[in-house]
């Protein structure tokens, strides 16, 4: 992996976060591009053009930060970039060859009750950027093996599972698949395509609900130190596509980062 990017907040998280991005980014070979995003406000009908301010304060902001974490020679950018949240992400991320997004749940928001704050659920929802989700607190470990849950292993998109083979390479990684027969399951669903039969090292058929009630039965018994799903808008995180905000007791696994593929159709 050659770029990964770190969108930065206020969140109390906001260190932690870096070291870990930090330490992953370590172990993927990979340079680690920290940046901050802000926009022009106004005041009572009036535009007050503040650009350089906010540039100097955010860029500051985030040497300090990186200034506190362990950076253990990897090759951190600190950038800031005026415009609206997802628009610039976008361009940014194409700019920059980004190849994954970490993320922190609660970028901004501080209510412990929430998994997803507006603004990480915003850049799961709107971008196509394959985005790893990393619980709050968590301290990078070696991974060994990734839970990939699917309804369907219809692939259409031909590089929508780079980030994964990426991370399997890089990691040494084994990949255990789990299939879900959901009611609108559909012939041919389960066939593996050559790439998907290279990529996994084990696969599991599971009949459930939804493809997340199928993750929680088994995710257990797999021990993985990864879970992948596949960005749909009525796929694993269905109450996301409703909201842009979702609740731990709604999700159950905030302890495991979770890698977000964009849509394989």
Not at 173 to 194: C, H, I, M, R, S
Not at 212 to 217: A, M, R, S, T, Y
Request: charged residues 25%; hydrophobic residues 45%.
């Amino acid at each position: 992996m050659k770029n990964i990017l770190v969108p930065v907040g206020s969140s109390k998280n906001a260190l932690s976060h870096l070291q870990y991005a930090v330490d992953f980014a370590r172990a993927a070979g990979a340079r680690l591009y920290v940046v901050q995003i802000y926009n022009i406000y106004s005041k009572a009908g009036a535009m007050i053009k503040i650009d350089d301010i906010l540039e100097r304060e955010s860029l500051l902001f985030l040497k300090e930060l990186i200034s506190q974490v362990d950076t253990k020679g990897v090759d951190i950018v600190a950038k800031t970039f005026k415009g609206t949240l997802i628009e610039t992400l976008e361009v940014v991320s194409a700019s920059l060859d980004i190849e994954l997004i970490v993320l922190e749940p609660r970028i901004s928001s501080t209510k412990s009750e929430v998994f997803l704050g507006k603004t990480s659920g915003k850049i799961i929802k709107q971008t196509k950027i394959p985005a790893l989700i990393v619980p709050e607190g968590c301290k990078f470990t070696p991974i060994e093996t990734i839970l990939f849950a699917l309804k369907s292993a219809i692939i259409k998109k031909g590089d929508a599972l780079n980030p994964l083979k990426i991370l399997k390479k890089d990691f040494s990684a084994k990949v255990n698949l789990l299939l879900v027969k959901t009611p609108y399951y559909n012939p041919g669903d389960f066939e593996l395509n050559a790439d998907l039969k290279e990529l996994v090292t084990m696969v599991m058929e599971s009949e459930n609900g939804t493809t997340f009630q199928g993750v929680l039965e088994h995710y257990k018994e797999n021990d993985p130190d990864m879970l992948c799903v596949v960005r749909r808008k009525r796929g694993f995180f269905n109450k996301l596509w409703e909201k842009n905000v979702i609740l731990k007791k709604d999700f159950h696994s905030t302890n495991l980062p979770v890698l977000v593929l964009k849509e394989l159709k």
